[in-house]
């Protein structure tokens, strides 16, 4: 095999290469060992690590709705859940009907690429309950979760591969490093714009003028 037929950091997407994604970088790492020191018997001038960097509600000890927990297991094991006598009857007619929506009654079923329909016309629902707009269930598309949303909407407005420019999209500082992250894996341009910290972090439309003025020249 040939030295040019094997992958390096020279040879492989240098887009992906130069990906930063702080939520799981040196710091949460130290946090991490220092976790697994404390654990050990480790001394510290300190007991415990605080996670303040994500909303891990989970890891900061915030209890599950039981509601939900009940309703993915029901889902996933309809047989148990029926002959369970300590499963409230509301969990069960939730888990049937979402069963129905699902082929052959199973969530391990594929669905259309867009979402099960039972759950996106619920979604809808929500929506219109929540706006008091008409919303159709149809526009609704369902994700694996944020991230994945927020990584196809640039993917669906990236035009650089047509005339070579990059696309720029514009990002308030501090920002979620999801964003930069994903910028930087399509090719995209970075435009940050500062939120007033003085000003309850508030949007100062100068500042936004701002960035897209000086962003003009590059993307």
Not at 50 to 66: E, F, L, S, V
Not at 162 to 179: A, E, F, H, S
Request: charged residues 25%.
């Amino acid at each position: 095999m040939s030295s040019s037929s094997v992958l390096t950091l020279d040879s492989i997407n240098q887009r992906v290469r130069h990906m930063e994604y702080a939520v799981r970088g040196p710091i949460p790492q130290r946090a991490l060992q220092l976790e697994k020191e404390l654990k050990s018997g480790a001394k510290k001038p300190f007991d415990e690590v605080i996670r303040a960097n994500i909303g891990d509600c989970h890891a900061m000890d915030q209890k599950p709705i039981t509601f939900f927990r009940q309703v993915l297991s029901g889902a996933a094991d309809p047989l148990q859940m029926h002959s369970n006598p300590n499963i409230p009857k509301e969990v069960k007619q939730r888990v049937d009907e979402l069963l129905d929506g699902c082929g052959g009654r199973s969530v391990g079923a594929y669905s259309e690429a867009t979402g099960v329909e039972i759950i996106r016309r619920h979604v809808a629902e929500y929506i219109e309950e929540r706006d008091g707009l008409a919303s159709d269930w149809q526009n609704v598309v369902l994700t694996t979760g944020a991230s994945e949303g927020a990584k196809a909407i640039l993917g669906f407005i990236n035009s650089s591969s047509k005339d070579g420019i990059p696309t720029g999209v514009m990002v308030p500082i501090p920002q979620y490093p999801l964003y930069s992250a994903t910028l930087t894996e399509l090719g995209m341009n970075l435009i940050s714009y500062y939120l007033d910290e003085q000003n309850q972090w508030a949007l100062n439309i100068n500042e936004l003028r701002r960035a897209l003025e000086e962003s003009k020249s590059v993307c």
